[in-house]
């Protein structure tokens, strides 16, 4: 298996600009994790689905973040517009049980620089 | 407020050693608590991860702790190896589905 596939690896664009971050997830886990990493916050849980379906979004920052698994196999999350304050590396983890209970195998993450 | 800590922050061994990385979490009411791996640039890869009603799990030349009562974990190295080096992190799933992340202990051991 590839593992967790994220796009792109490294992402530059200017403030106002929408953004969208892709993840693919190991085929068969039943859950889908966002995270955010940086140097000021740490490693920060976003939102994460099981099956498809969003659980919890109270780690999304702000209205400009959204995200979406239209399906089992593919997850976006979405900052319109984007700020300055956004740049962080973005990961996404997938896991074969629901929920946060199990083990988490992560993606490479995007680097997300926003000027 | 639901806080994980690490320390320390920054660690240098030279190869061989034995060393201890310690993580703290101030809610006791955890689920579970997992320890991962990053390497420079890369994803986190899970190494641990401790049931609630556990004590201890072991893989390889690590091994992992949990007192819950006292709000703290530990990851033991054994024999620790350039390969080591990394940012070890601990994370506490608790029970009402928040995961908090330690800031992470760098580690470097030397040849």
């Known amino acids: 298996d590839a593992g967790v596939i994220q796009s792109p690896r490294h992402e530059v664009t200017e403030m106002g600009q929408e953004v969208t971050l892709r993840c693919k997830p190991i085929s068969g886990h039943n859950s889908l994790f966002w995270y955010r990493q940086t140097m000021m916050r740490g490693l920060e849980l976003l939102i994460y689905f099981n099956n498809n379906v969003p659980i919890d979004d109270s780690g999304m920052p702000e209205d400009r973040f959204s995200a979406k698994m239209p399906n089992a196999s593919f997850s976006t999350l979405k900052i319109q517009p984007s700020e300055p304050r956004d740049s962080a590396v973005y990961f996404c983890a997938s896991s074969p049980g629901l929920g946060l209970y199990n083990e988490q195998f992560f993606g490479p993450g995007t680097r997300l620089t926003v000027l | 407020k639901q806080e994980v800590t690490q320390i320390p922050a920054a660690l240098s061994v030279p190869e061989g050693e034995n060393l201890v990385l310690n993580c703290s979490f101030t809610d006791s009411a955890i689920y579970n608590l997992q320890w991962f791996r990053q390497d420079p640039g890369k994803g986190l890869t899970s190494l641990l991860l401790i049931q609630s009603s556990q004590r201890e799990q072991t893989s390889g030349r690590l091994n992992a702790s949990l007192d819950k009562s006292s709000g703290r974990s530990t990851l033991y190295i054994a024999a620790s190896q350039p390969g080591d080096s990394a940012t070890y992190l601990c994370?506490?799933?608790?029970?009402?589905?928040?995961?908090?992340f330690g800031a992470g202990t760098r580690l470097t051991v030397k040849p």
């Open positions: 994370a506490a799933c608790h029970n009402n589905n928040d995961m908090r």
